[in-house]
């Protein structure tokens, strides 16, 4: 069981979002912080604090967060110049927001690797 996240808040309504996409599975919106033209994150309602916490029951949701990510960029126009899909796990991954969600960025090139610290000190 997962504790509640601001993000049960944006689902129940609670609190505003700017809100791309609903179905019974997941929720799209804008992130408050963008770090692209583009920056969207995709989550699912039911709350799964990690992808470490994904288990057997949940590859339908996990996989429906990834289609709902390719329905969005078909449907903005961004699909054929390409975006990027990323979730964050725990500490080292960055996660700061225990309530799994894809990041979908878009709208330039985006570098690649997405860090700047070096791999050797
Ligand atoms: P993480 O660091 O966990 O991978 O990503 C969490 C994301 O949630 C961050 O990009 C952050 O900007 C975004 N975020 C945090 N709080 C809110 C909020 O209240 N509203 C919205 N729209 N985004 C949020």
């Known amino acids: ?10 689902i129940s309504k609670e609190i ?5 996409y609903e ?14 033209p583009v920056h969207l994150l995709i989550i699912p309602k039911q709350p799964i604090a990690t992808t470490n916490d994904i288990g057997k029951e949940q590859r339908e949701i996990v996989g429906h967060l990834f289609w709902v990510a390719g329905e969005i960029a078909r ?11 990323v979730m964050n796990c725990n500490e080292h991954g ?3 927001v225990y309530h799994i969600h894809v990041h979908l960025l878009a709208g330039k090139p985006l570098g690649w690797p997405p860090y700047q610290e070096r791999l050797k000190t």
Not at 16 to 20: G, K, S, T
Not at 23 to 36: E, H, R, S, W
Not at 75 to 85: D, H, N, P, S, V
């Open 94 to 96: 960055g996660q700061t």
């Open 1 to 10: 069981m997962s504790k509640e996240t601001i993000f049960d808040k944006i």
């Open 75 to 85: 449907e903005q126009g961004f699909a054929e110049q390409g975006y990027r899909t």
């Open 16 to 20: 505003p979002a700017d809100i791309v």
């Open 23 to 36: 179905d019974d599975m997941a929720l799209a919106f804008k992130d408050i912080n963008p770090q692209a």
